[in-house]
């Protein structure tokens, strides 16, 4: 599937939780028709800038009284007028900040009012291109005259769905002020970020910044889709590959993954995760098992690191001190200097692939590999730092020798898990 957006409706509350911005991919910013002033405007938009959250504007009937939430009777002249000097407002202020201003969305019963009626989408669309230009991304209805619209005058549109929303068995939402109308439950919200998200319907999910729980239910729902946005490809029958961010923990996504019914076993390297099952028996969307590590940060590891001592006598330390323009010592100690994690365990049975070396000492893997590398020899290969848990071939331009350390038992298995942390210790 490519990438759904979550759109946030922000700019209403004088108290708006700050969170909301680092949570949402587009800002929806009232812009004076039901809510919003210069000021909440002004701060709008700064957190936007902050965070690397896009702009968008969220003009509406002018309706401050009612929230814009009640359809007014207006002509189309006037429509396009207001919407044209709501969204002008916003964009004066936008660009007085370096703020682009990409994406429009009408608010309330104008979304509603203006999708039913042709006359009224073209004046809520010829205003809002009047004010930000061709260059937005108009956000609505997956179908109706605001759709229709947006293409006569040539604007990318977003088909939107409603995270936060309850619906009718016609696909239809459930008019506010009615059971069910508006969810506040995160479970719930997650459901219909998944049917929806994964429906082929939608471009982009909003949650309302002015629901109760708004911040909860938009860490669910972003969580949510930033698991079903990562790649995935089949590899054979029984096997899928899915690619991994970079800040997830690996110890605690292999153990999601291989919590998982009828997954028989997963499998981390650098960047993906490789998850085995059963033909006959594929387990549901992996990807949602990873939900939970985005929208909760790791718990802190309290153990100590594991020391491995080193005496740095490698053939290659010369060569990776010539290619980093440093002495001998300072290779040494900028080795053993920093605290290293475990990112994957291989090609050996053992072999833990520590990050991040210092840049500075950071180097290519030979271009020819030995035949033979003694075992416990410290190697690095580019970002990374090992020690050989056996004599083997390989690339790794070798620096030291590791004491006093076993890599790899036939009771235990591999000593260094993923996620633990090393230090190495210098032995002269």
Not at 38 to 52: I, Q, V
Not at 207 to 230: C, I, K, Y
Not at 350 to 371: K, M, N, Q, S
Not at 382 to 389: D, E, I, M, N, Q
């Amino acid at each position: 599937m490519t990438e759904c957006l979550l759109n946030i409706d922000l700019g209403e509350l004088p108290e708006e939780d700050e969170q909301l911005y680092t949570l949402a991919h587009v800002a929806n910013i009232a812009c004076g028709g039901h809510a919003g002033d210069d000021a909440s405007m002004r701060r709008a938009l700064e957190a936007c800038s902050r965070h690397g959250t896009r702009a968008g504007a969220h003009p509406s009937y002018e309706d401050r009284e009612g929230f814009g939430r009640k359809a007014l009777d207006v002509t189309p002249e006037v429509m396009r007028g207001q919407m044209a000097a709501q969204c002008s407002r916003l964009a004066r202020l936008a660009s007085g900040l370096g703020v682009p201003v990409r994406y429009a969305k009408p608010h309330g019963a104008l979304y509603h009012s203006a999708n039913a009626s042709p006359a009224l989408a073209r004046a809520v669309v010829d205003g809002v291109v009047e004010a930000l230009g061709r260059g937005i991304t108009f956000i609505g209805p997956g179908t109706g005259a605001l759709r229709d619209a947006a293409r006569e005058v040539g604007l990318a549109y977003a088909r939107e769905g409603f995270a936060d929303r309850g619906t009718r068995p016609d696909g239809s939402l459930i008019p506010r002020g009615q059971p069910g109308a508006v969810l506040t439950d995160p479970a719930l919200a997650r459901e219909n970020t998944v049917r929806l998200a994964t429906g082929g319907t939608v471009d982009t999910l909003c949650v309302h910044g002015d629901t109760p729980g708004a911040v909860e239910m938009a860490r669910e729902v972003r969580a949510t889709l930033d698991a079903l946005a990562l790649p995935a490809e089949p590899l054979g029958d029984g096997a899928l590959r899915l690619v991994l961010p970079e800040g997830l923990e690996r110890r605690a996504t292999r153990e999601a993954l291989c919590a998982l019914p009828r997954v028989v076993d997963a499998v981390i390297t650098e960047e993906h995760a490789c998850v085995y099952f059963d033909p006959a028996a594929p387990p549901e969307e992996p990807r949602l098992a990873l939900a939970r590590l985005l929208r909760i940060p790791p718990p802190v590891d309290e153990r100590p690191p594991t020391t491995i001592r080193v005496r740095y006598d490698g053939p290659d330390l010369a060569g990776v001190a010539e290619r980093a323009g440093l002495p001998v010592e300072e290779v040494a100690r900028l080795h053993a200097a920093r605290e290293y994690s475990v990112r994957c365990v291989g090609f050996l049975p053992g072999f833990a692939y520590l990050g991040e070396v210092d840049p500075r000492i950071a180097v290519p893997r030979l271009p020819t590999p030995r035949t033979r590398v003694p075992a416990l020899a410290v190697g690095i290969a580019g970002g990374r730092t090992g020690v050989y848990p056996f004599a083997s071939p390989g690339g790794w331009n070798l620096i030291g020798t590791a004491l006093d350390f076993t890599a790899f038992t036939p009771e235990q298995g591999a000593v260094l898990r993923l996620g633990d942390r090393v230090r190495f210790e210098r032995v002269d």
